[in-house]
């Protein structure tokens, strides 16, 4: 079932990604297919992977720690796309290849701390929430540039760049407006000492077009390649 959907969906969002480059002038290659596989068995992470995607996120800790287990740290790169509490920062630490969702200083304090004890940096975008929706967790756009720059200060960090998350509107502008907004902080950050940050991951399902247009680097698509996701 997941197979024939991958086989069936991946070539048009792949294509709808080189449309929205294209129409902009950006190279399509710039852009990384993040497959969501949150909430789904490892039949759609095998799926994604018989496929040719090779990067794959998950919502949760424990859940991308079963799948890793079932399939392997080397089978794909592990991307950690949900809150992380504090309180296992270590377990990301160790599991996750990237984590987009540091979203405050004591989170990222925390993965520092367990990075440097492993000798090993862990590479993490920050987190804005630019649409200042209460459930959703984030550095305002406000503080998002001081608490960026309070992490960079941070030893066992590899910041990659930011991350965020779109309000599930359908105005065009008001999404539009999000990623404008985290492509122009990042482009502010670029004054920040010991920032070289090159990742904008922004877009999913339902907007990872304009995401695109906009300067996304990283779109995390779930629904659009693997169906609605089991309740």
Known sequence: MFKTRVMENLPRVREAIEAAAIKVGRDPSEVTLVAITKAHPVEALEAALSAGLRDLGENRVEEMERKVGLLGRDAATWHMVGHVQSRKAKQVAGLADLVHSVDTLKLARRISGFALEQGTPVPV???ANLSSEETKSGFSKETV???LHKILELGGLEVRGLMTMAPFVEDEAVLRRVFTDLRRIHEDAGKLPGYRGRELSMGMT?????AVEEGSTMVRIGTALFGERPR
């Open 145 to 147: 540039l001081d608490g």
């Open 125 to 127: 975008l920050v987190q």
């Open 206 to 210: 339902n907007d990872f077009e304009l």
